[in-house]
Each structure stands twice: as C-alpha cells, then as structure tokens.
C-alpha cells in the first residue's frame, strides 16, 4: 500500500484497510503473507494504537516504512506489479493499493473555489466560502483546519451550514458553530479504537477543543464498546442523512 499524503479522507483510513486485509488473510491461514506500508507521513492517525493492533494480532505481517526509511516512490509498474523506492525495490507484488493525493472534486475548483492547496478555504463559523460567501462547503472538499476530512466530521458541518442558511432565509435565531467528529477504526473483530474531539472556531480556523483518543492499555471490553458505538452511529447517520 503507498499511502497519501496529508490532508487526505479519513486520516486512519488507509490503516484500518490494512488490519482489515490482515484480518481477511489470517482468516485464511495466509499468515506468512506481507502487507508493506509505505508512507509520505512521518507519522499517521493513531499509529501507536494501530502498530500495538498489528502486533497482537498480525505478528510480523505488517511493516510500516516512513519517508526517512523508503526515501520516496520513485517508479510503479502495473504491468510487473513493481514498486521502487528510493532505498528498495518492491517486485511481483499480488496486490498494489495506490491511494493518490486528494483535493477538491472538480465542480469546486473549477468554480475557482479552492485555493492553491487544491482545497477550499471557508469561514469556521458558518462553512462559506471565503472566495464566494453566497457558496457553504462542507466535507472532504474545504480546509476545515483540525477537523479530519470524515463523514461524521461533514455531517456535524453540514449542520452548522444549515443553520447559517436557515437563519439568512428565514430570519431565526443561529447558534456559535459548534463541530465534533469520532473515527472509529477495526483491528480485529471486535477490537476497534477510536480518535475525535469536539472543534469551534478560534483565531480563524476550526480548532479542536476537546480530542480524545483510544489508548494502546485499553481493556477487551471498552474495545467492544468502542465497536457497539461505531455500530450505533452508522446507523444513527443514515438515519439521519437518508430518513
């Protein structure tokens, strides 16, 4: 797997596939497969948290390569399935998970709201568009400061542009824009960690405010909890989204 580099959706994403791909070839006595991650970060999303998953679970399966040790993709070959990097050559891979640097879809930057990162800047009280206020974004397209690029994270924006938009419309009371987001990743069944926190605007960007994160101690059981929550709010989120 060659992971993006920031911002991308979902920081513990392309981590939580891995465990799950893990899990997949565990369960079918593959164990002296290899999973090889290599990385642009220096550091991801509940790393402690995933490599202490990966060793209880998947011993000697997954190895994760930060910059400093793969120095760089330099070269892929689909039609050989060949992956070079700086320092080692990765040859007659079964599999190469590609995920790309992201930014905003087309319809955005076309419309000339994204800025040179690629993404969309916006006003943290409201989700406008600092490039066109009449425009509200939300989600993986804007530059929501230290809120993750998440579904949970563009439910709880999409709720503070309704409001903006209702109280311009209509003339009714708003409320200081309040943002939360939970990502709950799975390391094996029933073994799931999570990271997230509550945000609110401050000195120009959403900020978090009060993060919380699982940690490598946790016992079996706030584990399962952790996996009824993440349960409980897809549903929750669809009934929301979808009625």
């Not at 079918?28 to 550091?43: F, H, L, M, N, Q």
């Not at 509940?46 to 760089?72: N, S, T």
């Not at 087309?106 to 206020?133: E, K, Q, V, Y």
């Not at 563009?154 to 009714?172: D, F, H, I």
Request: hydrophobic content about 35%; overall charge positive; charged content about 20%.
């Amino acid at each position: 797997m060659i992971a993006p580099p920031n911002p991308y959706r979902c920081p513990p994403g392309p981590y939580e596939r891995v465990s799950m791909l893990a899990a997949r070839l565990t369960k079918a006595g593959k164990t002296r497969c290899k999973i090889v991650i290599i990385d642009p970060k220096e550091s991801f999303s509940k790393q402690a948290q995933f490599e202490q998953g990966w060793e209880r679970h998947y011993r000697g399966m997954v190895e994760w390569l930060g910059p400093k040790i793969h120095d760089g993709v330099k070269r892929i070959d689909p039609a050989t399935m060949t992956v070079e990097t700086g320092f080692e050559t990765y040859r007659e891979a079964a599999l190469v998970n590609v995920i790309p640097a992201q930014w905003a879809g087309a319809i955005a930057r076309n419309a000339g709201l994204a800025s040179a990162s690629g993404s969309c800047p916006i006003d943290p009280a409201s989700m406008r568009s600092t490039i066109d206020p009449a425009i509200v974004i939300v989600g993986d397209a804007c530059l929501a400061g230290d809120m993750p690029r998440s579904a949970f994270s563009a439910n709880s924006q999409a709720k503070v542009a309704a409001m903006t938009v209702r109280g311009e419309l209509t003339g009714s009371r708003t409320f200081p824009a309040r943002y939360s987001n939970t990502c709950w990743s799975l390391l094996w069944d029933d073994d799931t960690i999570k990271v997230g926190g509550q945000f609110e605007p401050r000195t120009g960007k959403v900020t978090s405010t009060a993060p919380f994160i699982s940690q490598p101690g946790d016992s079996p059981g706030t584990r399962h909890q952790n996996q009824a929550e993440n349960l409980s709010w897809y549903a929750g989120l669809a009934a929301d989204i979808f009625g």
